[in-house]
């Protein structure tokens, strides 16, 4: 309810258009307008569901994950919540794989027991990374730390690779390195993507 209508039952202030305290609530209902905006905005960013994009970035930041603005929205939010949603003890390998899910990929994992390193085989890509060191690091970052991992990066296979029916100029003219193939070639052809 605004101040004006709270204060006209009362008669006690002249609050005609152009008096002083009129003139004194349409500037404080400005100002709370303002603080209402703040408010809202901060409200929406405390959750990683709502932020804005800027938002979105602090939030990366703070999780120690790259910003990149050119993956879509819904992604990016994926990783962070995936990010958050770690615990102590998910040790177990459907909490392993969804832990790792927070280094914006989607990871099988298979145990070689005994004493062998997990088996880790990609099979999609949330974020985009521009070398396996990158993508290794934020991985590592999420495992325990007793336990060596080996990346099987097979996500892109010569049957994907031939069914874009490209020549190899086409290829080369795209100007892709290797690296980027393995991490990211999966994702040829599909919306917003192109050769």
């Not at 405390?46 to 939030?59: K, N, Q």
């Not at 995936?82 to 899910?101: C, H, K, N």
């Amino acid at each position: 309810m605004a101040l004006r209508e709270m204060l006209l039952p009362m008669g006690l202030y002249d609050l005609s258009p152009d008096s002083f305290v009129s003139r004194e609530l349409e500037a404080y209902g400005v100002g709370f307008a303002l603080v209402e905006e703040v408010l809202r905005r901060v409200a929406e960013d405390s959750f990683v569901i709502s932020c804005s994009g800027e938002a979105l970035s602090r939030w990366e930041s703070l999780l120690g994950l790259p910003t990149q603005l050119e993956v879509p929205l819904e992604s990016r939010r994926e990783t962070v919540l995936a990010r958050l949603a770690i615990r102590p003890g998910d040790f177990t390998l459907p909490r392993l794989e969804q832990s790792v899910s927070g280094a914006g990929v989607k990871v099988r994992i298979t145990e070689n027991p005994p004493q062998g390193p997990l088996s880790i085989s990609f099979v999609d890509t949330l974020l985009e990374y521009e070398n396996w060191e990158q993508l290794k690091k934020q991985i590592q970052a999420l495992l325990p730390a007793h336990l060596p991992a080996e990346f099987d990066v097979g996500i892109l296979t010569w049957e994907m690779f031939d069914g874009f029916s490209l020549s190899f100029i086409d290829w080369d003219s795209a100007d892709f390195s290797w690296q980027w193939f393995d991490i990211n070639g999966h994702k040829l052809g599909k919306e917003g993507q192109h050769a």
